[in-house]
């Protein structure tokens, strides 16, 4: 069964940082890129940032570049996101998710829509 599994989540103040875990099990992810997602109450889910297959290729939302740093392990199945200089803002539910490639190690997928496999969330609070 392919999984996806967050954590690293939990309650901080503000100008406090969190280092967010995505695992991944039943697959390997060297072959996929894998994204954030983060869905606030009442927003919809909306990309923080992504990587390609072989991290030649990131991308990251207005909102937190400079503050967030994603990278991957593939050796360890893990990607992860470092998150620096939180505010309340980042306040959300965060996901992983991840999309085959199929050998294309620099593309990167932006939209949710395209991404195929899900975790279930972990809550990030920023207390102000």
């Known amino acids: 069964q392919l999984q996806l599994v967050e954590s690293g989540g939990g309650w901080v103040h503000s100008g406090g940082s969190l280092r967010l875990s995505c695992a991944a099990s039943?697959?390997?992810?060297?072959?996929?890129?894998v994204g954030w997602f983060r869905q606030a109450p009442g927003k919809e889910r909306e990309e923080v940032s992504c990587?390609?297959?072989?991290?030649?290729?990131?991308n990251y939302a207005d909102s937190v570049k400079g503050r967030f740093t994603i990278s991957r392990d593939n050796a360890k199945n893990t990607v992860y996101l470092q998150m620096n200089s939180l505010k309340p803002e980042d306040t959300a539910v965060y996901y992983c998710?991840?999309?085959?490639?199929?050998?294309?190690?620099?593309?990167?997928?932006?939209?949710?829509?395209?991404?195929?496999?899900w975790g279930q969330g972990t809550q990030v609070t920023v207390s102000s």
């Open positions: 998710a991840a999309v085959h490639t199929y050998g294309t190690s620099w593309y990167v997928p932006r939209h949710r829509d395209e991404y195929d496999y």
């Open positions: 039943g697959f390997t992810l060297d072959l996929y890129a």
């Open positions: 990587i390609s297959s072989s991290s030649a290729t990131t």
